[in-house]
């Protein structure tokens, strides 16, 4: 049979289609006879032809690894030994190579003890005196290792000892490259006792990296990939050779006359050690070096002729991903950022920015205006604080730069700056709305790329003005409907299309008179069939869905259900990843607006969903296989229908293919991502109609949990919270027992999810997601959530690791000293998402219960008041404080337990009322108040220093904000203990300052204590009638007051209006006549 066989793999390599097409036939028949083994394995040795030699292997590889349990046992015998025989005698590389690779399949299924003859060879070979045997036999190791490194286990100390001779083999590239490659495989599972010699390797490892660039620049940039291996899994082999590998990268980097996706390597490997390791890389003084290359590639002037990736025609203007150089070097920075602390950074990074913002190069200003910009996100905090004016100034004058480089890297920044730095940069609106509308009318429109980035910047500008977008909002219409008319280019009309979502997320209702041509518009996109408007038609769908949530139940629900069969019409005729999970953030948006609508189609809804969250489509296994040889295989299927299968467990045969790697197309991740988060806000809405789907939407979420994308984990978790709240709503509106077992399962299963996140996650974002859900867990189901015997300590314990950096994420544990006092932003964001629970704990449970957790964590929020903190900490320390008392005066035992704290907290918060920065100043003075309320006669005696404290503060403070906090501080002290408090002097001083003007929650706690104060001293109320009079008559009728403060206040002066007729109306009658119109309709409804 072989010589026939023989023939017929010699047709297929033929150039004639119809010779394929037959031998192909003639294969399919050959393959259903069992003695395809031996003959196959006779071609691979006997063949003159080495690429009929190679197709036989790949056959025999593909037979073994899909049929292995229905080869006999002789035949499986006979390949084992038949393939060192050919290995050894084989001279052609890439014969030797599909060899490999048949014995890399083998050894999943004969592991090496099952196999000596394998392991003899391997011995024989990579220990041989000639260099070509030690290449060859370095080739084979990497191949069934990589394939299965787990049974070699037993064997590392010896491998780990071949290598350390191998990588002084330099003149031997192929052979450093196959023993790194090798390396790599086994870095996972290297025991401890393996860490000192994997350590000794590092050096040596760096040196023959850098002969392997010399010798083949593609092998190089993969084998580089030892490094991330190494991060990945035994960080600490490194820890004492970072200054080497930051070096090597460094040195790789600059090199300009080297590969971009190797230099790209390079960078990313220091990122990544940044992200892992910022503490090591600071303490090493390694931030100077690295900022010093970086810079040059940063600036550096492309080509003549040609232009950066970002700046091309074509470029979307959002800064997604271009893999070059320049853009890594931004990324550099990026990570640097997000991972070290401010001041650090911004030490050495400033004085190179500032000299290429001077600069006459063109590339030089883009270079420090996109540094600039990467630095916003994680640096936002220290450039609100200390640089917020001079840099927007900077950004400012570079949108009139001569050069459209520079002007587009402006825009790029000031969209990164709107993004990033909020609420502060909006206060910038005057100057920059005026220029970013001159933009919108002078721009060239062919250049799409252009006109990109200007609706880049002006969409994340406007989208977080509010009302302050009211005097632009005509001229931002016109110009958006009339581009929806009248220009030529879809990209333009996509554009238009996603402003208006911005514009609706800051003017809301003010939207209302331009809503019915925009959603004219729109239906008229959403209903076109061609792929040329697909874009526009998934960016019309996301503007409907910031809509629904934006411009008002009434003006929107009219218009649901419509909205919902458009969305259904469209996930029917069109498959596409980016259609459908905007079509699930409408639905999610409509439900907020008109949850009625969606229940006749939730099992339509939630099947597709959990199609997506289910499917592995756009997931590309990256094989090393030849095409024609998968197709026969797949033919080769068809012996199994023939009703003879064999019914087994074939686990181990359904094996992934010779995977070089996955990639999951960004839109399939992002479908996951917005599933997650549309069936978690859609079953919280929908309530008990969502019951029946809340099983198996659970299910499919929580096995999200582990998906290898962060962001879909991230989203799995909020999801999980929002089933919880989902759950607990049904049970308050039906307290039946099964709702209450419902709700208890699934909290037994959330919960220690969440904390086994909190301590094992390595991604910080992913960390935040889970507290944020476990924070909203705990506030809507309470002492529900604390049935289970241990829970409350379980949860404090994760708070108090978070505070105290012990997590995997914050790299928990590690050997570098800690400065206190200095840490990157983000850090200390995951520390506010963790301090955010304990006043939500706290309100919870009895006081008591909570009393000994809260001791252990008030200690660690109250070192974060200290000033030499950042403002951040300062402000986090004394609102959660403030929080925390709050919460107490709610619940059973909170006064006693708030009165044993107030020696301990009572200093910290008169601090911080002294403080210069006016936030802390804010949150410091409602902790007072909160403490004055919470624990009532039991701090009457503090009552002296604090209303001195507030009277001198009252004097002098000039923030809105503060001078709000303070009436509601002495609000809590009255309604904390009315007998302490000198009401003749505090209530006139309090009245003249009103109405509130920023912090407009605290009418509540005003105007309830002015209607309680009228019933305790009515004479002194009456006396202050016409301040009264004028404030409230500016907030009754608006939306600044909830309806219980709102009927207080209107009782109250419907008793003004009838005990004290002439008074009141001497104070109404010197008020415009709209505030007597609004005061008279608030007395008349109450």
Sequence with gaps: ???????????????????????????????????????????????????????????????????????????????????????????????RHSLSQLSGVLVKHETPDRWPALLQLLNQSTKSNNPQDRQVGLLLLSKVVESNPEPFQPHY????????????????????????????????????????????????????????????????????????????????????????????????????????????????????????????????????????????????????????????????????????????????IDTMALHMPPEKLFQQLMPLTQACLASEDPYQRKGGLMCMAVLAEGCADHIRTTMMSSMLQTVCRSLSDSNQVVRSAGLFALGQFSEHLQPEVSKYCEELMPLLLAYMSHLNQAKVGHVTKAFYALENFMENLGEEIAPYLPTLMNTMLSALSNAESLKIKELAVSAIGAIANAAKELLVPYFPPVIESLKGFLTATTEEMRPLQTQALDTLSVLARTVGNDVFSPLAAECIQLGLNLTDTIDDPDLRRCTYSLYSAVSTVSPDCLTPHLAAITTVMLMALKSTEGVTAHLEEDKTFVLLDDDDEDEEKDGNTILEDDAEETD?????????????????????????????????????????????????????????????????????????????????????????????????????????????????????????????????????????????????????????????????????????????????????GIPLLAGAVPADTFAPFLNDLLPLIMSKAKSSCTVADRSFSVGTLGEVLQALAGVDGGRGVAGRLSNRLLP???????????????????????????????????????????????????????????????????????????????????????????????????????????????????????????????????????????????????????????????????????????????????
């Design 656 to 836: 992934i293919p010779d995977v070089t790697g996955f990639s999951v197309e960004n839109a399939y991740i992002e479908e996951k991502e917005d599933s997650c988060d549309a069936l978690g806000e859609i079953a919280f809405n929908t309530g008990a109609a969502f019951q029946p789907f809340l099983e198996s939407s659970f299910q499919q979420v929580y096995d999200m949990k582990d998906f290898p994308h962060e962001d879909v984990r991230r989203a799995a978790f909020g999801a999980m919270g929002q089933f919880c709240r989902a759950q607990h709503k049904v049970w308050k509106e039906n307290p039946s027992e099964a709702n209450h077992q419902a709700l208890h399962k699934l909290l037994d299963v959330v919960l220690p999810c969440f904390l086994e996140t909190v301590r094992t996650e390595r991604e910080r974002h992913v960390v935040m997601a889970a507290l944020e859900a476990m924070n909203g867990v705990v506030e809507s189901c309470k002492g529900e959530a604390f049935r289970t015997a241990g829970r409350l300590q379980e949860i404090s314990h994760a708070i108090r690791d978070v505070l105290k950096k012990k997590t995997v994420c914050q790299d928990g544990g590690g050997d570098e000293a800690d400065d206190e006092d200095q840490q990157a932003e983000y850090d200390a964001m995951l520390q506010e998402f963790a301090g955010e």
């Design 908 to 1086: 910290v918060l008169v601090a911080g009322v002294r403080d210069s920065d006016p936030e802390v100043r804010n949150n410091s003075v409602f902790g007072l108040g909160s403490l004055a309320e919470a624990a009532g006669p039991i701090v009457v005696s503090d009552y002296p220093v604090m209303l001195s404290l507030f009277s001198n503060l009252l004097v002098k403070e000039q923030d809105r904000r503060v001078i709000d906090n303070l009436c509601a501080a002495l609000c809590r002290m009255i309604a904390g203990n009315v007998e302490a408090v000198p009401l003749e002097q505090v209530v006139p001083a309090l009245v003249a300052r009103l109405p509130l003007e920023q912090d407009l929650e605290e009418n509540k706690t005003v105007y309830g204590c002015l209607a309680m104060l009228y019933s305790h001293s009515p004479a002194l109320i009456v006396s202050q009638m016409k301040s009264i009079v004028t404030a409230s008559s500016q907030v009754l009728g608006t939306k600044d007051l909830d309806t219980e403060t709102r009927s207080k206040l209107a009782l109250l002066m419907r008793e003004f209006a009838q005990r004290h007729a002439a008074d009141f109306q001497g104070a109404v009658s010197s008020l415009p006549a709209e505030q007597q119109a609004r005061l008279s309709a608030a007395v008349a409804a109450s």
């Design 157 to 332: 100390g010896q491998l780990l000892q071949l290598f350390g001779t191998v990588l002084q083999d330099l003149d031997n590239p192929n052979a450093l490259y196959y023993c790194i490659l090798t390396l790599t495989a086994m870095t996972a599972y290297t025991g401890s006792e393996e860490m000192n010699l994997m350590r000794s390797l590092i050096p040596p490892l760096i040196v023959a990296l850098k002969h392997l660039i010399k010798a083949d620049q593609d092998q190089a940039s993969e084998a580089m990939e030892v490094f991330d291996e190494l991060m990945e899994s035994e960080v600490s082999i490194i820890v004492p050779h970072i200054p080497d590998i930051v070096h090597f990268c460094l040195e790789v980097s600059a090199d300009t006359t080297l590969s971009n996706s190797l230099r790209v390597k390079a960078l990313s490997t220091i990122a990544f050690l940044v992200r892992l390791k910022s503490k090591t890389v600071l303490k090493q003084k390694l931030l100077t070096p690295i900022l010093q290359t970086i810079f040059p590639i940063l600036i550096a002037t492309p080509p003549p002729g040609e232009e950066d990736p970002e700046d091309e025609e074509n470029d979307s203007g959002d800064g997604a991903d271009n893999e070059s150089p320049k853009h890594c070097a931004a990324q550099v």
């Design 1 to 95: 049979m072989s010589e026939e066989l023989e023939q017929i793999l010699s047709q297929l390599t033929q150039p004639d289609n119809a010779l394929i097409q037959q031998a192909t036939a003639q294969l399919k028949l050959a393959f259903k006879d069992p003695a395809i083994i031996p003959a196959l394995c006779a071609v691979m040795t006997g063949s003159q032809n080495p690429q009929i030699r190679q197709s036989a292997a790949v056959m025999l590889r593909m037979r073994v690894k899909k049929h292995w349990r229905k080869i006999s046992p002789d035949h499986r015998e006979s390949i084992k030994a038949v393939v060192l025989q050919a290995f050894t005698q084989e001279s052609e590389h890439m014969v």
